[in-house]
């Protein structure tokens, strides 16, 4: 008896809270005021685009704000016409795809938010669509950096030999730093010894400063030797063109030209370790050496101009700069195949801009050599020095 008269408490309590709960929410409604939706989209005046962009800028203005004039950038847009064309969408009518590729180009070459200036007049939010065009750009980069065929390789070298008297270079290879947001987590990787955390971007450049292939994803704390090794070019060096030459009674292979802190091999020569021992003909090819290797930072020097988003740390997350960095060169040889020119006014803005995040110096590489990089390099010194003026260094 005790049990049941509970249970029936019990069940006239709950059945008294379920009533009071009803009675509650059948008057809410009434008491919530409904307000209608003033409009589904608002309309935004196109008029910047279509009347001031497309029809009276001219190509200096084309050039300052595209980094390109108009003739070239109808040839980009038919490019990534399967890239970044628009789909249809129900909501409201979609960015052209003039518009969109205009977007990136304009945020890597001022490295502003989006927002900031009305070069597509507000109609759209600049920085999520800028991010979400620049991860489909980023899809044709294999089209526009590729390494060249056997073909491409002697033509570059016979360049080379016209323009710096050494044979059989097919390239130069450096590298450089490019800033990034780092994460908190993790921050120490990215600092590179000047102190300021970045990218290393490694790049193969050809002598009329085009990437034939890049390497943007170690951090800035790696050695230049440990980018080299983790880089394609290094895993795939059994499929570079060679196409050997006989000089001084040796075969020579194609080769690239790269700085003290790369090791030296058959493929890669670097000038010799600064010394007073050094001979005449070394000093000499030495000289050589570095001159030829200047196209590689004259062509960092023209990237960095074009698109100055990759002098500042911009607001890209730091796992999509690598993305940034590799859209960046790509555009690059798009505009050096254009003939596209470098204002010299870029040039002196970049130049003001990397002197506030200086370039870290050179970390020689100091173990064993190779010995075909030895024999090769030798050859190349006696072959110089017989054939060529000897050369000293101005410092």
């Given at each position: 008896?005790?049990?049941?008269?509970?249970?029936?408490?019990?069940?006239?309590?709950?059945?008294?809270?379920?009533?009071?709960m009803s009675s509650i929410l059948h008057f809410?409604?009434?008491?919530?005021?409904?307000?209608?939706?003033?409009?589904?989209?608002?309309?935004?005046?196109?008029?910047?685009?279509?009347?001031?962009?497309?029809?009276?800028?001219?190509?200096?203005?084309?050039?300052?704000?595209?980094?390109?004039?108009?003739?070239?950038?109808?040839?980009?847009?038919?490019?990534?016409?399967?890239?970044?064309?628009?789909?249809?969408?129900?909501?409201?009518?979609?960015?052209?795809?003039?518009?969109?590729?205009?977007?990136?180009?304009?945020?890597?070459?001022?490295?502003?938010?989006?927002?900031?200036?009305?070069?597509?007049?507000?109609?759209?939010?600049?920085?999520?669509?800028?991010?979400?065009?620049?991860?489909?750009?980023?899809?044709?980069?294999?089209?526009?950096?590729?390494?060249p065929t056997m073909e491409e390789a002697c033509?570059?070298?016979?360049?080379?030999?016209?323009?710096?008297?050494?044979?059989?270079?097919?390239?130069?290879?450096?590298?450089?730093?490019?800033?990034?947001?780092?994460?908190?987590?993790?921050?120490?990787?990215?600092?590179?010894?000047?102190?300021?955390?970045?990218?290393?971007?490694?790049?193969?450049?050809?002598?009329?400063?085009?990437?034939?292939?890049?390497?943007?994803?170690?951090?800035?704390?790696?050695?230049?030797?440990?980018?080299?090794?983790?880089?394609?070019?290094?895993?795939?060096?059994?499929?570079?063109?060679?196409?050997?030459?006989?000089?001084?009674?040796?075969?020579?292979?194609?080769?690239?030209?790269?700085?003290?802190?790369?090791?030296?091999?058959?493929?890669?020569?670097?000038?010799?370790?600064?010394?007073?021992?050094?001979?005449?003909?070394?000093?000499?090819?030495?000289?050589?050496?570095?001159?030829?290797?200047?196209?590689?930072?004259?062509?960092?020097?023209?990237?960095?101009?074009?698109?100055?988003?990759?002098?500042?740390?911009?607001?890209?997350?730091?796992?999509?700069?690598?993305?940034?960095?590799?859209?960046?060169?790509?555009?690059?040889?798009?505009?050096?195949?254009?003939?596209?020119?470098?204002?010299?006014?870029?040039?002196?803005?970049?130049?003001?801009?990397?002197?506030?995040?200086?370039?870290?110096?050179?970390?020689?590489?100091?173990?064993?050599?190779?010995?075909?990089?030895?024999?090769?390099?030798?050859?190349?010194?006696?072959?110089?020095?017989?054939?060529?003026?000897?050369?000293?260094?101005?410092?």
């Amino acid at each position: 008896m005790v049990i049941s008269r509970g249970r029936q408490e019990r069940c006239m309590l709950l059945e008294g809270y379920n009533n009071s709960m009803s009675s509650i929410l059948h008057f809410v409604p009434s008491l919530l005021t409904r307000t209608s939706r003033s409009c589904w989209m608002r309309v935004r005046s196109t008029d910047w685009w279509e009347r001031v962009v497309m029809k009276e800028f001219s190509d200096t203005e084309w050039k300052d704000n595209f980094r390109m004039t108009r003739r070239s950038f109808e040839n980009l847009c038919g490019l990534m016409e399967g890239v970044l064309s628009p789909q249809e969408v129900t909501v409201c009518a979609p960015i052209p795809l003039q518009m969109r590729t205009a977007i990136v180009l304009y945020k890597l070459a001022s490295c502003v938010p989006c927002r900031c200036k009305p070069v597509w007049n507000a109609q759209i939010n600049g920085e999520k669509v800028c991010l979400l065009l620049l991860q489909r750009v980023s899809s044709v980069i294999h089209k526009l950096i590729k390494e060249p065929t056997m073909e491409e390789a002697c033509a570059t070298a016979r360049r080379f030999q016209q323009k710096f008297s050494m044979p059989q270079i097919m390239g130069a290879l450096d590298g450089t730093h490019i800033p990034v947001l780092p994460p908190s987590d993790g921050y120490k990787d990215y600092v590179n010894r000047k102190g300021w955390p970045s990218f290393v971007l490694q790049a193969w450049v050809d002598d009329v400063y085009r990437f034939w292939n890049i390497n943007c994803n170690m951090p800035g704390c790696a050695h230049d030797v440990n980018v080299l090794r983790q880089s394609t070019l290094f895993s795939q060096t059994h499929l570079l063109p060679k196409e050997p030459q006989d000089i001084n009674c040796t075969s020579v292979r194609l080769f690239l030209l790269g700085h003290p802190a790369y090791p030296l091999m058959d493929w890669l020569i670097k000038g010799y370790t600064c010394s007073p021992r050094l001979t005449t003909e070394q000093e000499s090819f030495n000289v050589y050496q570095s001159s030829a290797r200047t196209t590689v930072e004259i062509a960092f020097g023209r990237l960095k101009s074009r698109w100055r988003v990759l002098l500042k740390r911009s607001d890209f997350h730091f796992t999509f700069t690598p993305h940034v960095i590799a859209t960046c060169c790509a555009l690059h040889n798009f505009c050096e195949g254009e003939k596209e020119t470098v204002n010299p006014a870029w040039s002196e803005k970049a130049a003001g801009l990397e002197r506030d995040l200086p370039q870290p110096g050179l970390r020689s590489y100091n173990k064993t050599e190779c010995s075909g990089g030895q024999e090769t390099r030798r050859t190349l010194t006696e072959y110089m020095g017989a054939n060529f003026p000897l050369r000293r260094a101005l410092f």
